[in-house]
């Protein structure tokens, strides 16, 4: 036993103890820099694919990191899709106390609007469960090792 690891234990257990038992948060701000060794043909490969997206190495590895882990990233498909329903639901919002305020209210279009509005909120909430779904996104992520194993 190592002189010095006597007094890391107790500054450890210490720091654990002051938590309430759990270990310390990791800082949000704070970067680890992780080292990939590639075989020159797994680089090439690798920045061959990533070429059209226009994105660094160091990015592609960061989102693959990020991915396997089940962290949240969004694409253009995902936050166009966001922006279009929110979109809609705005313009049916418009549309329902612009009819709201009339006296002589058409039922039928109100009726029409509260039901697009349903389908819209549906949407929404279908893309909120995918995007939020942490478990999902790391299996997803996951899978993407599986597969680039076989």
């Known amino acids: 036993m190592r002189a ?3 007094l890391e234990i ?22 680890t820099v992780v080292s990939v060794r590639l075989r020159e043909a797994e680089y090439l490969s690798f920045m061959e694919q990533i070429r059209p997206f226009g994105v660094s190495g160091n990015l592609a590895m960061r989102i693959a990191a990020r991915r396997i882990s089940g962290f949240l990233e969004l694409d253009a498909d995902v936050r166009n899709s966001m922006q279009s329903i929110t979109k809609s639901i705005g313009d049916i919002s418009s549309s329902l106390n612009i009819i709201a305020e009339k006296a002589d209210t058409d039922l039928d279009a109100l009726k029409d609007l509260r039901k697009a509005f349903g389908e819209e909120f549906v949407r929404l909430d279908n893309q909120l469960q995918a995007l939020l779904n942490v478990s999902k996104r790391r299996q997803d992520g996951q899978q993407l090792l599986v597969e680039a194993s076989r």
């Open 4 to 6: 010095d690891s006597a």
């Open 10 to 31: 107790p500054q450890l257990e210490m720091k654990i103890t002051q938590l309430g038992g759990r270990p310390p948060k990791p800082d949000p701000k704070a970067y």
